[in-house]
């Protein structure tokens, strides 16, 4: 099959987190360790919230699939990262690259060594080592960096079965430790910080100019409670000694945070855990779950720099369409809002569906569908197959014009799949019919910004909705 060339390396449109905002960017997150790549970006925010939820599902769904499943450019490097994250769950880093910064370690910390975990991973990378079925694994082996990709894993391979002898112990900062930030680069004067818990620090109002008097200099003073890794502030910093934790101090915070791409929000602790989905008007009051470096709270603590509260939905959306005019305009220009308007898009979906045949595309859009699997909006490519397919369902009822289909591809029209795999095919595209038009779906996005704000997109779904639901 001739496929389309996608390299490891080449710029692709992608969800990027900025703290906890998530943005569309024009560059993909690519380069040569396991945290360098798309999926993995989005697998670490996801990871925020419920790290061993999270990391078990990521590596079941590949451990788990039939033997010669095809695994995916996302899913691939989504198992890839968890891989890592397993084995710095256990101590056991990459020496030789040493790639993993603060926020990776603490949230390796967090989800703590698993036997289940380990043994999952093994057979991930497996998986997605084997050119015959790993996407990513392809794609590294088209360029030249091929090798260096399959030593990468062996290297993943080897620490995750050194594990097998149990966890490496490492010391941890205690609750009411007390340690000091330099308040400038030449600077004696310190900023002083108490850690609170693993993932979460009070950092008092001010500047302490005497290391001896930190204690005194703490006492009735203010302080702000924030997330931060511990482990980068103690590199940046030094520890004075632990003090009590003051009662104000002890009790629950909560944080909130932006979820999914527009309107969705969470509260949660510093840790992440225990979040649950919010409204904005609530979410508003509170403090904004964010990772706090060194620099962040030395500005906050001498009162440079605010403590960072959530975006509104009209807020993270202006956001987007103002960084992004130029791309969408010229996405209007390459495109049309129907659901077969992006051609070179559509021949690299049907060259797919020639591959792995059309039972298996019929249950992959399912599992897109029901959440089993999925991708971070707004996301136009992806977004851009799962439209097809349910206009492609639509022709294949007869409900809608044969019309609709692009003359360029005569002929190539997905066959009809049996009887039973129909009964599956409508209701998961009528489904994802439905998100076309929703806040998050950057196919909106686009089409908003034509002059006539969207109406001809808005026409054309309607019509494909009809058609389905006939």
Known sequence: MTRAKRSAHEPMPTLVSIGTHVILSAMGAWGSGPFDNDAAVELLDRLATS????????????????????????????GWAACEIVALSFGYGDTETDQADARVLDLAARLGPKR?????????????????NSELAMLWHEGAD???????????????????????????????????LPAAASSTDLVVVQVVNSGEVAVFEGICADAKAVLEFMNGRSARRLPTSISELLRCGRTLGNAPLRKELKARKLYAGESGAIESYVLMAASAGSARPVSYAEAR??????????????????????????????????????????????????TTPGP??????????????????????????HD????????????EDSERRDYAFAGVVALWRATWS???????????????????????????????????LTRDAELR??????PDNGAALRVIVASLQKALAE
């Not at 289940?116 to 015959?132: N, P």
């Not at 009051?285 to 939905?313: L, M």
Request: charged share 25%; glycine share 8%; no cysteine.
């Open 51 to 78: 790290p061993s939820r999270v990391v078990t599902k990521v590596l079941r769904q590949i451990a788990e699939a039939l033997p010669g499943t095809y695994i995916d450019i996302d899913e691939g490097g989504a």
């Open 116 to 132: 289940e975990h380990r043994t999952l991973a093994l057979d991930v990378l497996r998986r997605v080592a084997d050119r015959s």
């Open 146 to 180: 091929g090798e260096q990709f399959d030593a990468g894993l062996q290297r993943l391979r080897s620490r995750l079965l050194a594990a097998s002898a149990g966890p490496r112990q490492h010391a941890k900062p205690r609750p009411g430790d007390v340690f000091a």
């Open 285 to 334: 009051h509170h403090d904004e779950h964010r990772h706090y470096d060194a620099s962040a709270i030395v500005a906050i603590a001498t009162g440079a720099q605010s403590v960072a509260r959530v975006r509104s939905p009209d807020e993270r959306e202006a956001a987007l369409g103002a960084n992004y005019a130029e791309k969408w305009a010229a996405r209007r220009h390459a």
């Open 340 to 365: 077969f308007g992006d051609i070179p898009a559509l021949e690299r979906w049907l060259e797919w569906i020639a591959q792995y045949g059309i039972d298996n595309a019929v249950r992959r859009h």
């Open 368 to 379: 897109v569908a029901i959440g089993r699997q999925g991708y971070g909006r707004p996301k």
């Open 402 to 436: 044969r019309e609709q289909w692009p003359a360029a591809l005569a002929g190539r029209l997905p066959s009809r799949p049996d009887d039973t795999l129909m009964l599956v095919a409508l209701p998961t595209a009528r489904t994802l019919a439905d998100r076309v």
């Open 445 to 450: 996005l686009i089409w908003e910004g034509a």
